[in-house]
């Protein structure tokens, strides 16, 4: 019994450990698909935030710079981003596609000289007598920064767009931005801050592959996470607490396919891990049944350019 | 500040400057990015945009290279005229390939080179079912077809590759992913020139590509069909009081390039590979998009964006060999040159003024 | 007369110097240009880097006498073929192709220049100018199990493989069988990522062992990220292509080496003396040369982190593999179902074990696919 509590634990922190950079990068993309953008650059910006946070650290030594420094590369990608989707009106999905290759080849050439370097990892917080509670104390009360962070986010822009005026005034924006303007919102920079937000946390969430998961640089390690991230909010209806259940679901399927391997199952790996791909259409598939009854959640100017006649 | 006003009309002058003008800006940024890491500007632009030009084997590689990018890029055209977002090309290239390999895999003793139109056949087939699961989920369901249609790509791909792996393996391959090879009937051959042989990679496949262009041409500028989809694009509004059915254009394109895709598949892999492996595309499925829209989704855009595209690949691996740069710069100059096309395409509709704050 | 002389000399002196031109320039002046192509970046501390690193041997030992070019992340197909032509067309003499996966493009491009001297690497297939080479990985698979089976305090040994070919089924019955000699109650688990170089997921793979139990972990792919974890874990591992003691100080027990370096010396002499050829090595499929601790193809790094007495004993079981006195596919060998795959006093041959595609005693499950 204590064995298995022991190894459930242990399962149970690789799990979250997976599920981090998930989370992060599809809260920042909800913010963005709230305000009416859609940026497929997730993937991109991820990547930017891993190289840019590796870089750092392997430079100054303290890991915790590496979670700046990831802010900022994604937050500057985001930038290049809004710039041309917002000032230039051009297409959001093509825009954002360039992103991610752009930055895979400007990652890939920039991180050239950095492989086969290793970094110290972001050390895990241990909350005062908390942590010592048995099983849940691990889990709950012994991560590290980005992992407490990334949990104060979601709390805050759950906070943030119920409650807050400027969280509303966002929803409005990317509900119909038409009238959002001729009521007098700045539509524009609005739009430039929640995708810039979107970017800050896709770097961050990129960036703790390096810092946490697996302390080196490769190009494109990121593997497709960031384009998980983006179904995850679909997958999550634009409400941010559910993000947590989707992104400990995905992570939960990756882990559980290795466990199945590790203990014999016979099934083929390959169908294993299609598992989490065919588990995000299915889920899809039900909330989009589910949506097109109650439109509301779905931003209704996603997608669409914002042109304001100055 | 810079403000923009709409044009009253697309600007034809602009039509022909924005391209050029992007290609430049893009060079020079190229330049910059290049004096900042430390390689000689100069001569890395000169492997990457001028090298694949200088021998004519080189400049058939090019056309070899391009051939799956115009294809898919051809069909994803379709599709992004009529806002559809297909991202899953891919995947599709993946599905057609492995359906008409698994297809020519049944008849080992083949000779008749009629069998490959057979597989072209079966290859549009199969990258059309792959298509028509998120064609099905966003008509019935509107479920969202970027997202079904990304997550169906690493579903192709895991599927190929346990394909290859068990039910499709060469028992004589001593455990390695690969299938037997394809029958003489099942391949494309290279194109013989008399008195110089083959230049490079030079396949009958091309031929494809010269029917496909202008059969696409007609399709979408002097075709109802045609119309129609631009129309469900440019003002879906518009095309709902018209009465066109909108799923049943949705479905169409989605099938035409889900096929398209697959037809890529089966010629470049009878043309270059000869056999089925776990990796079939190498990323033509996602390059097609930026070539569908650096072309303008136009078919006479689109073969120059796929030339353009395969020039800065080929030339890529020039750079490498000669120069050791990463050939990651590719993506570097596709992303460039993708933004400053696109805000080209915003030129085109809109004056843009600098006015002082 | 004397104008004759003087006509004579000058043309003697000239012709000899034209003469001593051409020859420099044949001999020394004219360095013999040696291709690579590598699937991944030379960097990447693993499979591309141990290449790199017998290029690098090449370098070295030839000097000015060789011009090497090596292209980086060459995806195995189309694009291959067309990397492998242009090299030839550039004129190099012998191109050393460093994938499974090069095969068919080899070939393809081998009969286009029949003069160019190809080396395919752990390929099975041969003509007149193509030659493959490969290395018995496997032997030091051996002795990492023998140091598992003595360090393991759980039993439990944890294996990440990357696809199911037999070169990897191979590895993990040798490293079975190391592992049995000296410790009956250990077994591995194995974990296939179906990948050679994600390092995330190896190290999600690297977890799910260690959680599940086990405390001694190996891996048969390309990054670093397993040993790393094991590292933060406080688990011990085997390195693997590369020596990768620098990402795990306290965990790497030893690493696996390839070591191309003097093959490719002795292939570009036997070119430059105008000797290469493919070998008259036997017809199945382990190539012309397949070389393990013997040649020195395969070296294993300092051993570290165990006690005296498991070095000792290791150290034992590396030289007898080395000096070829113990066989490691010897009889009687029992898959993990309980055949016999054969009995006492007989061993695999070369090409049995191409045709490995079942576990032997001590691993769980079932070989995928």
Sequence with gaps: ?310 | MITFTPRDKVSKNWTIIAPILSIFLTIFFGLLIFTFLGYNPLETLYQIFLSPFSRIDRISDIFVKACPLIIVGIGLMLCFRANVWNIGAEGQFIMGTLLAGSFALLFPNVETKFFIFIMIIIGFIGGALWAFIPAILKTKLNVNEILVSLMLVYVAMLFIDFMVRGPLRDPMSFGFPLSKPYSQGALINKIPFPGIGYLGQLHYGILFIILLIPISWLFVNKTLSGFKINVLGAAPKAAQFAGFKQNTITITVLLISGGLAGVAGVIEVSANIGQLQPEVSFGYGFTAIIVAFLGRLSPIGILFAGIMIATVKLGADNAQISMGIPKVVTGLFEGILLFFLLTGETIQKYKIKWVGV | MIKFCMRFFSLMALSSSVLFFLITNTFAGNPTKVGFVYLHTKEDFGWTMAHEMGRQMVEKHFGKDVKVTEVNNVPEGPDSTRVIRELAKQGNEIIFTTSFGYMEPTHKVAKEFPNVKFEHITGYKRSKNVATGNIRFYEGRYIQGVVAGLMTKTNKIGYIASFPISEVVMGINAFALGLRSVNKDASISVIWVNTWKDSVKEADAAKVHIAEGSDVLTQHTDTPAMLQIAEKSGVLGFGQATDMVAFAPNAQLFSSINNWGPYYIKKIEQLRSGKWNTGDGPKHWAGNEWGGLKSGMLTISKFQNMPNDVAQKAQKVHDEIKSGKFKIFAGPLIDNKGKEIIPAGKSLDDGALWGMNYYLMGVNGNVPG
């Excluded at chain 1, 986010?153 to 005026?165: A, G």
Aim: hydrophobic share 50%; aromatic share 12%; proline share 5%.
């Design chain 1, 1 to 310: 019994m204590g064995w298995g509590l022991i190894v459930m634990e242990a399962l149970i922190l690789t799990i979250i450990a997976t599920s981090i950079p998930l989370l992060l990068a599809a809260t920042g993309e909800l913010i963005t698909e709230k305000s009416g953008v859609l940026n497929l650059g997730v993937e991109g910006m991820m990547l930017s935030g891993a190289v840019g946070a590796f870089a750092a650290v392997l430079w100054l030594g303290n890991p915790y710079y590496g979670i700046i420094a990831g802010a900022f590369c994604g937050a500057l990608m985001a930038s290049i981003f809004s710039i041309f989707i917002i000032n230039f009106m051009t297409n959001q999905v093509a825009t954002g596609l360039g992103l991610t290759i752009f930055a895979t080849g400007l990652t890939g050439l920039a991180g050239a000289p950095l492989i086969g370097k290793t970094i110290p990892s972001l050390p895990k917080i241990e909350i005062f007598l908390l942590s010592d509670i048995p099983y849940i104390g691990e889990i709950l009360f012994k991560q590290d920064f980005i992992a407490y962070l990334s949990i104060a986010i979601i709390i805050f822009i759950t906070y943030f767009l119920k409650y807050s005026k400027p969280g509303i005034v966002l929803r409005a924006v990317g509900d119909n931005h038409q009238s959002a303007h001729s009521v007098g919102y700045p539509v524009k920079k609005i739009r430039w801050y929640a995708t810039c937000f979107g970017g800050l946390c896709a770097g961050v969430g990129g960036a703790y592959i390096p810092l946490a998961l697996t302390p080196h640089w490769a190009e494109e390690m990121t593997g497709g996470r960031g384009w998980i991230a983006l179904a995850l909010v679909v997958f999550a209806s634009w409400i941010p607490w559910r993000i947590i259940i989707g992104a400990l679901i995905f992570g939960g399927i990756t882990i559980a396919q290795l466990v199945g391997q590790s203990r014999g199952w016979p099934i083929p790996s390959q169908l294993l891990s299609m598992m989490p791909y065919l588990a995000t259409i299915f889920a899809l598939t039900i909330i989009s049944g589910r949506l097109s009854k109650n439109n509301s959640v779905v931003p209704s100017s996603l997608g669409k350019p914002f042109f304001d006649n100055q």
